[in-house]
């Protein structure tokens, strides 16, 4: 069964810090490049991390720089480090696996975690 929970959102202020984890099946974190996914109210849901299996990773211009994807084998979690945390960062996070057409698997979205950034 495929699974992707989502935990560490929260409320933080402007130039704060919050790490996000996705606890993943074995059987998709594996193989697959996985990435953070985000949507605020009222826009389309956005890719804005990836890492490959291999461990390369790529971001949306408008994180760059702030934010650090990385995964853990042993856990089969991956985390989303994100530092000077600005208003617009505020969306519900989400993991999913990234296909080589850079988008996700309908099937697979979880629960989501909210980020909120007041100013």
């Known amino acids: 069964q495929v699974q992707l929970v989502e935990s560490g959102g929260g409320l933080v202020q402007a130039g704060g810090s919050l790490r996000l984890s996705c606890a993943a099946s074995?059987?998709?974190?594996?193989?697959?490049?996985m990435g953070w996914y985000r949507q605020a109210p009222g826009k389309q849901r956005e890719l804005v991390a990836v890492?490959?299996?291999?461990?390369?990773?790529n971001y949306a211009a408008s994180v760059k720089g702030r934010f650090t994807i990385s995964r853990d084998y042993a856990k089969n979690t991956v985390y989303l480090q994100m530092n000077s945390l600005k208003p617009e960062d505020t969306a519900v996070y989400y993991c999913?696996?990234?296909?080589?057409?850079?988008?996700?698997?309908?099937?697979?979205w979880g629960q989501g975690t909210q980020v909120t950034v007041s100013s």
């Open positions: 999913n696996v990234v296909l080589a057409s850079w988008g996700p698997v309908d099937g697979y």
């Open positions: 074995k059987i998709i974190f594996s193989i697959n490049a």
């Open positions: 890492i490959a299996s291999g461990g390369s990773t």
